[in-house]
């Protein structure tokens, strides 16, 4: 909900600052449409033909994320802590039954009992391949970690496919309003002849092109492709906490260590603390 409040806040502050100074929303209204259809669909016909089908379609989705704040809360990371603990102790105790939970997460007990975890498709993915590599590579820990990190920052890159493509519309944003405002002077000098009153409106409606180029660019677009780019990187800690405690794992930390070295790895404002994580594995316990 931030991203709308900052940006019903910008508009209050530009427009009420324009109207309170004596300038007229007429003239920008009534140049609006034109400008908005030639800047506005410039910027996104620039965008379709930038972007592969599968970067516009995560985009979308981006923007959602962006206004409703990332997918991962507090509750997820300590079920992550949970059910990293439960198959930790399992391939420590017994590397053969790990087996069964890796290669049918959906049928897998405790898989099912995190469904939000369960229902992620890279998290999964992720911790299953990566236990399978450890199982297969036992005695090469280097090559497995090495596997991982570059796991990690390829799914990086691609969660911020988003964010890059609208900060490429953001940067030509100005220059299309730029454009905008051309053709809106080769308007008005086409009527020349028009007395200084309506040449002063052509020319103001002109200049609202410029306006909105770079108003659109600093003020909406922008900031929007920052807040896609913190939010997709906070939900990467998610996954960045996967990869701690499976590489911790792998140099032989007893399962308490794994979990407490992904703990401090969360997020400030949605890492449990010490005490809740602790508490929570004891549930598991006594449910066992």
């Keep these: 909900m931030g991203a709308i409040l900052g940006l019903a806040v910008t508009m209050c502050m530009v427009f009420g600052g324009y109207i309170l100074a004596g300038g007229k929303m007429s003239i920008i209204l009534k140049s609006l449409p034109f400008e908005m259809m030639m800047i506005g669909g410039a910027a996104t016909g620039a965008f379709l033909a930038a972007n592969d089908f599968s970067t516009i379609k995560h985009t979308g989705g981006d923007v959602i994320a962006a206004v409703t704040g990332p997918k991962w809360k507090k509750k997820d990371y300590q079920d992550l802590l949970c059910m990293m603990h439960e198959l930790l102790s399992v391939l420590k105790e017994n590397p053969v039954d ?3 939970h890796i290669e049918s997460p959906n049928e897998s007990e405790i898989f099912q009992r995190y469904p939000k975890i369960l229902k992620d498709h890279e998290a999964v993915e992720m911790i299953c391949d990566t236990i399978r590599s450890m199982i297969m590579n036992f005695d090469n820990v280097h090559q497995v970690e090495e596997l991982l990190e570059k796991h990690l920052e390829s799914l990086l890159e691609e969660r911020l496919h988003g964010s890059h493509a609208l900060q490429s519309m953001a940067d030509a944003l100005p220059a299309l309003g730029i454009v905008a405002a051309v053709l809106g002077v080769i308007k008005t000098m086409a009527s020349i002849d028009k ?23 600093y003020g909406v677009v922008g900031p929007l492709a920052a807040k896609v780019a913190h939010t997709r990187k ?25 979990l407490e070295v992904a703990r401090r790895h969360a997020p400030a404002r949605v890492r449990p603390s010490f005490d809740e994580v602790e508490e929570a594995v004891k549930g598991l316990r006594q449910a066992a």
């Design 98 to 100: 790990i087996e069964a």
């Design 195 to 217: 007395p200084p009153e309506v040449l002063g409106g052509m020319i103001g409606g002109a200049l609202v092109g410029t306006f909105l180029g770079v108003f659109l660019a």
């Design 234 to 258: 906070e939900e990467h800690f998610f996954y960045s906490m996967i990869g701690e405690m499976l590489v911790s794992s792998l140099h032989q930390n007893p399962v308490n260590i794994c």
